[in-house]
């Protein structure tokens, strides 16, 4: 539940294909956007086209990236206001139809397109990484100390409106032909679950550091990530 | 183990960022690839970026996507000679570094470029869309039935060949800057474990059809999908 205005679709986040599979809240697009980890970045490098896998975080309605400052495609989709297309996607389960054309995934997908904002603000900045490690665990990002300024020095960080999004959602049974169904094939699906498993200490650490509790009540919980 | 050449790098697959990280045997590529289920298309439409997620399926050097003849973003990618980024990447585990700055993922990756082919040799068409098949659950894509001359006409099947790729793996404990471990903060791996569900039956197939040893021998074994 949000007070914020729904997902307004513009010519790029129209689903033209299976447009019933569209979820119109902006909190469905939240619930996406947080149950992940990575986001594929879509630019244009040199005419060509680009993905790239990378960490992100949300805060309200922005998602920030970050990367080094030596990140080519990063630096690159910061110049000039070229546009980024970029996706979140979570695969629930194999949709095992009884005919091969009907094979499909069960997912929940958002992708968003805009400019890019360079972070300058110094609170801002720090706001942005932060909100990174807080969507890897919960509440992390904001107990750890601030970056050195060395290290934030070589930190590009840059923000992205969600303003034009899209979040399309495919749940259930396999579709299929009627014709498919008088065989004796089997069809259904197979869903995948995921979980945390024990963490493992840094073995640089100094002795006797305790895994925290906001790590400790992660393991054997079920994840999305 | 392969007998096919090593991945070369190209002006576009070196590793500018931690070259180290990037893994040179064609066997390496061919790994991250089989253990996927969607990867990562990345287009440029009238100038602009797209990421589209896509099931997709490999034999031996060439990856084969399939989508609706009407699908916009599959259609536009394959006029002119125009080039695709295809991603697939694996998290592993959540690297949760004793510092913001070194929070990481643990992960497999796998880089693509090219133009695409539109397949149209009939016998081509149908082992490119039983690999998705396959790739969904190995041995499936073999079994079933090929599409109706309805379903194939509707279906676009474009061909990628893996000559330009690159690999890139991170694995092991945080990195961490020796200012970082004077601190009594806990740093660590936090692994993730996928597994198959039990599956579940299509409630439109006919009665008495079981599932299939293929599916069977799945249900609570790992996954990386």
Redesign the interface.
């Known amino acids: 539940v949000t007070d914020a205005p729904p997902l307004s679709p513009t010519k790029?986040t129209r689903l033209?294909?299976y447009p019933h599979r569209g979820l119109s809240e902006r909190s469905e697009l939240y619930a996406v956007l947080d149950a992940g980890?990575?986001c594929?970045?879509?630019?244009?490098a040199n005419?060509?086209?680009?993905?790239?896998?990378m960490?992100y975080g949300r805060i309200g309605d922005t998602l920030y990236l970050h990367g080094?400052t030596?990140?080519?495609a990063l630096v690159a989709a910061t110049k000039g206001g070229s546009?980024?297309?970029?996706?979140v996607?979570h695969?629930d389960a194999?949709v095992?139809?009884?005919?091969?054309?009907h094979?499909?995934?069960n997912?929940r997908?958002a992708?968003i397109?805009g400019s890019v904002r360079v972070v300058t603000d110094p609170d801002e900045r720090l706001a942005g990484?932060?909100s990174?490690?807080n969507q890897?665990?919960a509440g992390?990002?904001d107990e750890?100390?601030?970056?050195?300024e060395a290290?934030l020095k070589q930190?590009l960080v840059v923000a992205l409106s969600l303003e034009e999004a899209s979040v399309k959602v495919r749940d259930g049974?396999?579709g299929?032909?009627p014709?498919d169904?008088e065989?004796?094939?089997?069809?259904?699906?197979?869903?995948?679950?995921?979980?945390?498993?024990?963490?493992?200490?840094?073995?640089?650490?100094?002795d006797g550091?305790?895994?925290?509790e906001h790590?400790t009540r992660?393991v054997g919980k079920p994840?999305t990530?």
């Open positions: 790029r033209r294909r980890v990575l594929y970045v879509g630019a244009v005419g060509s086209p680009r993905v790239i896998p960490v080094s030596k990140n080519q546009e980024l297309c970029v996706n996607t695969v194999l095992l139809a009884n005919s091969l054309f094979h499909s995934v997912f997908s992708m397109y990484l932060r990174a490690a890897l665990v992390r990002g750890l100390p601030p970056p050195t290290q930190t049974a396999p299929g032909d014709e169904y065989t004796d094939i089997w069809g259904g699906v197979l869903p995948i679950s995921r979980v945390f498993e024990e963490p493992w200490d840094d073995p640089k650490l100094r550091i305790t895994v925290p790590v992660l994840t990530l």
